[in-house]
């Protein structure tokens, strides 16, 4: 049948998302992704990352046959079962709230919300660190210190396009939602605090899973992308830094989803 389903999506026979994971950035998708994959009615796409709404270019020739290729087709699904796909970049980028509206304006939208400076450090910790040989074209080779002194000072004028690693910007959690709420109602997004599905894992599963209207079952806890380095302690007077400037952005997130996570200073 394999063979026949490139055929078939040309007809329009596909299975399409009803909901997404669409951030945040070292925010624990991969990890939340693969746990709800366990579920007997959901069906993750082939492919975690697909990309499809943050690729220009793919976008933009308009290749929905191949962004339905990522999913089971629609025989391949029990009744009742849902299909879904983790792009953490969808968050960030500035055209994916309209083209994501323009697909399904009832798409259900999952955010993974983790600490900004914790997020920010992480970042750097993959660009520096782990893309040193594997991505070079990705690396970056400056320090911690040299990467957020740079971007503090090029904030005004940076945008995605001119800073793809965007430390700073990337954990200004309430300029993307509220751009994501011109397009959708409140109600068909989800906010979640990453440290919640390892602090309060199952009451977190309970809740997403009755977000998308899937029944309950239990879900064993995955985590990915555990980094072995951490050189965070060379960077305890930037750590702080970070933390008063991002701390009047997180009272306007805490006051557009009416919650209050502990993301204080800590040594």
């Known amino acids: ?9 040309k007809l329009g026979y596909c299975s399409k998302p009803q909901f997404i994971i669409i951030g945040t950035q070292k925010g624990g998708t991969s990890g939340l992704f693969n746990i709800l994959n366990q579920h007997s009615l959901l069906y ?4 975690k990352e697909v990309h499809y709404f943050d690729n220009d270019e793919w976008y933009e020739q308009n290749k929905l046959e191949e962004y339905h290729s990522y999913f089971p087709l629609p025989h391949q699904i029990p009744k009742g079962a849902k299909v879904f796909e983790a792009s ?3 968050l960030f980028h500035p055209k994916a709230a309209e083209r994501l509206y323009s697909y ?6 999952i955010i993974l919300l983790r600490n900004p400076v914790e997020r920010a450090f992480s970042a750097w910790t993959m660009y520096h660190h782990h893309f040193s040989n594997q991505l070079s074209s990705r690396h970056d080779p400056r320090s911690f210190s040299q990467a957020i002194h740079y971007e503090l000072n090029h904030l005004q004028t940076s945008d995605y396009y001119s800073d793809f690693r965007s430390y700073l910007k990337r954990g ?5 939602i509220q751009n994501f709420l011109k397009f959708f109602p409140r109600k068909q997004l989800l906010a979640i605090e990453s440290a919640s599905l390892k602090n309060d894992f199952d009451p977190t599963i309970r809740e997403i899973l009755n ?3 899937i029944p309950y079952a239990k879900l064993e806890n995955i985590t990915s992308n555990k ?3 951490n050189d965070k302690n060379q960077y305890q007077q930037e750590m702080k830094a970070l933390h008063q400037f991002f701390e009047p952005f997180n009272k306007q997130l805490f006051d557009l989803l009416d919650t209050n996570w502990n993301w204080d200073y800590k040594t």
């Open 211 to 213: 977000f998308i209207g």
């Open 172 to 176: 200004i959690y309430v300029n993307q």
């Open 44 to 47: 993750g796409s082939s492919q």
């Open 88 to 90: 953490p970049l969808y």
């Open 227 to 229: 980094s072995q380095i």
């Open 1 to 9: 049948m394999d063979f026949l389903k490139p055929f078939l999506l």
């Open 104 to 109: 399904n304006p009832k798409l259900k939208l």
